[in-house]
């Protein structure tokens, strides 16, 4: 007691069948909910965007480069206007890891191949 075939016209009756009735209590209140969700994502969007638009996206940056001697890197620094340091690339905590891995590498080997 299956369905053995369906043909377009039989697919065109059921959509049309189920096109002409109202939609389930249930559904109403899904997107209704649906609704109030978006509608508070687009007021949190719009809390965001003039968030953004009030701040200065451009601050005044200038750039360092240097070579790190002891770990023979190049480490770039953004500086703001009162040169503090925003990023630098490669972090200070990687230069230090990189620096103790290299005298724990003298430690346990005796030359470089």
Known sequence: MGINSVNGQDLAALFVSTANKPPAPELRRVEAVAEAVSNKRAERTTQAAKAVESTPLMVSTHSSI????????????????????????????????????????????DELV
């Open 66 to 109: 240097r070579v790190d001697k002891e770990n023979n890197r190049i480490v770039v620094r953004i500086l703001d206007q009162n040169n503090q340091v925003i990023k630098q690339i490669p972090p200070e905590e990687l230069l230090d890891i990189a620096s103790k891995l290299r005298q724990l590498q003298a430690v346990l080997f």
